[in-house]
């Protein structure tokens, strides 16, 4: 379906400030103006879920989680940011395979299968988009996807 990408997230990320407990602050730099995107809602809904899930059970008391969207060549580009423990640089890409779970104990502790993270890329690609973490160790990590995006199809729809 074609859903204007800025609603789309909002809603979502609404959805999870409604509901979270945690001592959290929800950051959002979303573009003010519609952004087109022909997408499987429900597909991108989980892999948002996921994501959002993720940066919220590493988060420590008091921080802060920033969602930021831009066009870049092309692409929309997302991106989910928290101040948890990161990822040592060594595991970025294995947390995108299935089951791969950074420090197995503290993993299981925070419960999950570790498949998050690779059903989500598999969408992504079904979508022709990349996705990729970055980490500052101890600081925290950013989740950032793509999907494909004509800019020029706006003026068709206003
Ligand atoms: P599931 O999503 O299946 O419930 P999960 O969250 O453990 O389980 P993924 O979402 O695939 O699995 O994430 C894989 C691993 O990557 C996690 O177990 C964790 O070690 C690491 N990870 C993912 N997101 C973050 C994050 N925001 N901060 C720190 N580590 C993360
Ligand atoms: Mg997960």
Same mark, same amino acid.
């Given at each position: 379906?074609?859903?204007?990408?800025?609603?789309?997230?909002?809603?979502?990320?609404?959805?999870?400030?409604?509901? #979270?407990?945690?001592?959290?602050?929800?950051?959002?730099?979303?573009? *003010?103006?519609?952004?087109?995107?022909?997408?499987?809602?429900?597909?991108?809904?989980?892999?948002?879920?996921?994501?959002?899930?993720?940066?919220?059970?590493?988060?420590?008391?008091?921080?802060?989680?920033?969602?930021?969207?831009?066009?870049?060549?092309?692409?929309?580009?997302?991106?989910?940011?928290?101040?948890?423990?990161?990822?040592? #640089?060594?595991?970025?890409?294995?947390?995108?395979?299935?089951?791969?779970?950074?420090?197995?104990?503290?993993?299981?502790?925070?419960?999950?299968?570790?498949?998050?993270?690779?059903?989500? #890329?598999?969408?992504?690609?079904?979508?022709?988009?990349?996705?990729?973490?970055?980490?500052?160790?101890? #600081?925290?990590?950013?989740?950032?996807?793509?999907?494909?995006?004509?800019?020029?199809?706006? *003026?068709?729809?206003?």
């Amino acid at each position: 379906d074609w859903v204007d990408f800025i609603l789309f997230f909002h809603r979502i990320i609404d959805r999870f400030e409604m509901t #979270k407990n945690l001592n959290v602050t929800f950051e959002r730099y979303l573009p *003010d103006e519609a952004m087109f995107v022909e997408i499987d809602q429900d597909k991108i809904t989980q892999v948002l879920d996921n994501i959002i899930s993720n940066a919220l059970k590493y988060s420590p008391e008091g921080g802060t989680i920033t969602f930021h969207v831009k066009e870049n060549n092309g692409f929309i580009e997302i991106s989910v940011s928290d101040q948890g423990l990161g990822i040592p #640089k060594e595991n970025l890409e294995k947390i995108f395979e299935r089951f791969y779970r950074v420090d197995k104990a503290r993993s299981r502790q925070m419960g999950g299968t570790g498949l998050g993270l690779a059903i989500a #890329k598999e969408m992504i690609s079904a979508h022709g988009g990349g996705v990729w973490a970055t980490s500052v160790d101890g #600081k925290g990590t950013t989740i950032t996807f793509t999907l494909p995006y004509d800019s020029a199809q706006e *003026d068709d729809w206003s």
